[in-house]
């Protein structure tokens, strides 16, 4: 289930999906009475037998004090922003129209269970690497290692983060007018903000 904020609700749940992939660097943060624990960490999206967005995989070096935080208190809070830039009021011509931030975001409170070793490390860490390198020229293996593959990998943990809720944002421009929305896209197109136009004219068929 997605928690939306009205009018800036994603179009639907792959652009959701699509934000983690293109933006998989995420904030897990995590607390417990006063102690609080934030590690920026690449994430994996996976999907159930109905495509539904039900987990989120990743790892942690060992050495990482968070790691037995999460460990007595599993819950935690993943934070991941995408595509997002100041939108200025220079750009309108109704000079009376204020500045804002446009961004697309999502956040999951998540259960994290802990994956030490074995095969279901090693395809964790494939999937990542996989999708890390994929579409790249000479794109790199772990194969490639050779045995310091097994000397490293046991310097790092493996988790499963299953989905609890989910809260997602995309303020893009769909509370503008047509005409300042129009002047606010050919101004980020003149000054190559490329990424932010593409997820704007997503959240704004209509245009």
């Known amino acids: 289930m997605i928690a939306v904020a009205g009018k800036f609700a994603p179009p639907n749940e792959a652009e959701v999906t699509r934000l983690i992939r293109e933006y998989p660097l995420a904030w897990v943060v995590t607390a417990h009475d006063s102690e609080f624990a934030a590690t920026l960490l690449p ?5 159930d037998k109905q495509g539904r967005l039900t987990e989120l995989h990743g790892h942690f070096a060992r050495s990482n004090a968070q ?4 460990r007595r208190h599993p819950r935690a809070l993943l934070l ?3 595509p997002h830039g100041y939108i200025s009021s220079s750009w309108m011509s109704d000079r009376t129209q204020t500045p804002t931030w446009n961004y697309a975001s999502a956040q999951f409170v998540v259960d994290i269970e802990f994956i030490e070793d074995g095969p279901p490390m090693e395809a964790l860490i494939r999937d990542l690497v996989g999708a890390m390198e ?3 020229e000479r794109e790199w293996s772990i194969d490639e290692m050779g045995p310091r593959y097994e000397r490293l990998v046991r310097g790092i943990i493996g988790f499963h983060a299953y989905i609890r809720e989910t809260r997602a944002k995309f303020k893009l421009g769909q509370d503008e007018r047509d005409d300042t929305y129009a002047e606010i896209m050919k101004a980020l197109a003149d000054n190559g ?3 932010l136009c593409d997820w704007m004219s997503r959240c704004n068929p209509q245009r």
Do not use: T
């Open 43 to 47: 994430l994996r999206p996976f999907h």
């Open 193 to 195: 903000a490329n990424p």
């Open 80 to 82: 991941f922003l995408g």
């Open 134 to 136: 994929a579409d790249r």
């Open 67 to 70: 790691v037995e935080l999460v």
